[in-house]
């Protein structure tokens, strides 16, 4: 019998790249876990869609690969087989409501795979498919072109049309931002200053660390009022993300006992496909920076003068190159030191946003097609922090808004969160 040799193994492994690794260290954060959920308008065919998510698997090795640690450099390896009910399961129930809350706060796991699980949950008409990955697998922006590849191999499976997006299999790392930059464009980027400032301010949690029980609390905002805010922001030239970025700051000064003169620094999240032809990626994976928004301590006596400060902060970062700063520090870090010793260091060596707001975007819904099953609703949301880490996340699909806080916390903590997000509707419910 012939033994499997070094050229064997290495076949079915796949270079761990930084943001990778940096997901993995950021378990000390949050559940580095990416959440969805797509509400149907009737049944989709079970059988089907179980087929697709498994050939979405074979199609995507990482998402049948385990993670594996060591002293220098990490590295996915080939997993499995896996049973059918690891990675797809079924469930029929007269509260489906519930039951989409107890699944999407469950996690894969990096070191025996699968990256990605689902679930089915019949209700008395409808089906809802939710969908957990890890989130070093990719980010929210790649996690919806998952969605959309998935939505594709689903319609191809039922009509024998093809229709799904190829996947591709290429560079996962930032070296493909850098290939479409120039040599005056990288040393630029390089000498970018962090855009990580530290306040210590913290929303106020009854749970510390990971004691909690997880949960994403929701608030969704109808099209109409998203259409509002849209022409407002036209009319005083600024986006939807700066407007709700400027009531998060408004309901964050309403809840938080700030003190006098102090100011609040909201990171914020920036997809780096925007430096990319056609903003497209070479494959699935990790493109993400950040800029920092600070306002204060004067944000304004009304929501539109916070608009206007937030627009001018947003705007004047929008001309350096936003997302960008420390990601070449970064990138070198992980390729010279042995990821031992970046895990030894990793609070102070990379710190995480107390406060911050990712906005994943828009699901687009000529993507997401399942067959002739009409998606009623979608929405994505991203890692449940750990206290005292707090983070809004939002995405929209036809029209409608929804706002996610995804956290580890006590009932009570729940409760106030779920208050909060009415306090953010509620400085939006101004303009919209």
Not at 22 to 29: A, S
Not at 102 to 123: C, D, K, S, Y
Not at 189 to 214: C, H, M, N, T, W
Not at 413 to 418: F, G, L, Q, S, V
Request: proline share 4%; aromatic share 10%; glycine share 8%.
């Amino acid at each position: 019998m012939k033994r499997a040799g070094k050229s064997d193994a290495r076949a079915t492994r796949t270079r761990a790249e930084v943001w990778d690794q940096m997901q993995f260290l950021f378990q000390e954060y949050n559940d580095h876990q990416l959440h969805g959920a797509i509400s149907f308008g009737g049944r989709i065919d079970r059988d089907i869609i179980r087929k697709a998510v498994l050939l979405s698997m074979e199609k995507v090795p990482l998402l049948g690969s385990r993670f594996v640690v060591n002293k220098f450099r990490p590295h996915w390896e080939k997993a499995g087989p896996f049973r059918n009910e690891e990675v797809v399961s079924f469930v029929d129930t007269t509260n489906p409501a519930e039951e989409i809350d107890r699944f999407l706060v469950g996690m894969t796991n990096e070191l025996a795979g699968p990256q990605v699980t689902a679930r089915v949950i019949g209700g008395e008409t409808k089906d809802t498919l939710c969908i957990i990955m890890n989130h070093m697998v990719c980010d929210g922006s790649a996690f919806k072109e998952y969605l959309y590849f998935l939505a594709g191999l689903y319609t191809e499976l039922q009509t024998g049309q093809g229709s799904a997006s190829r996947y591709r299999d290429g560079d996962r790392s930032p070296k493909q931002i850098y290939r479409h930059m120039g040599m005056l464009d990288r040393m630029r980027v390089f000498l970018l200053p962090s855009a990580y400032q530290k306040d210590g301010i913290v929303f106020p949690l009854r749970a510390e660390d990971r004691r909690g029980s997880p949960f994403i609390a929701r608030q969704t905002l109808i099209q109409e009022r998203f259409a509002a805010l849209r022409e407002y922001g036209t009319k005083h030239g600024a986006t939807v993300n700066d407007i709700i970025l400027a009531a998060y700051f408004r309901a964050l000064h309403r809840t938080l006992d700030l003190k006098q003169g102090e100011a609040l620094t909201i990171p914020c999240m920036v997809d780096l496909r925007r430096y990319l032809p056609s903003e497209t990626a070479d494959a699935f994976c990790n493109l993400t920076g950040n800029i920092a928004c600070r306002i204060g301590p004067d944000i304004g006596s009304d929501l539109g003068q916070t608009v206007a400060k937030v627009a001018a902060e947003t705007k004047a970062q929008k001309e350096h190159y936003p997302g960008l700063a420390g990601l070449s520090t970064l990138y070198a870090l992980f390729r010279l030191l042995p990821f031992s010793t970046l895990r030894k260091r990793m609070k102070e060596a990379f710190p995480n946003p107390l406060i911050g707001m990712t906005n994943i975007g828009i699901i687009d819904p000529q993507r997401l097609v399942f067959g002739k099953t009409e998606v009623e609703q979608a929405f994505v949301t991203g890692s449940i922090k750990f206290p005292p880490y707090f983070q809004l996340a939002l995405t929209s699909f036809k029209g409608v808004i929804t706002f996610t806080i995804a956290e580890y916390g006590t009932k009570e903590d729940r409760e106030r969160i779920e208050e909060f997000l009415r306090v953010v509707d509620g400085e939006l419910e101004r303009i919209g």
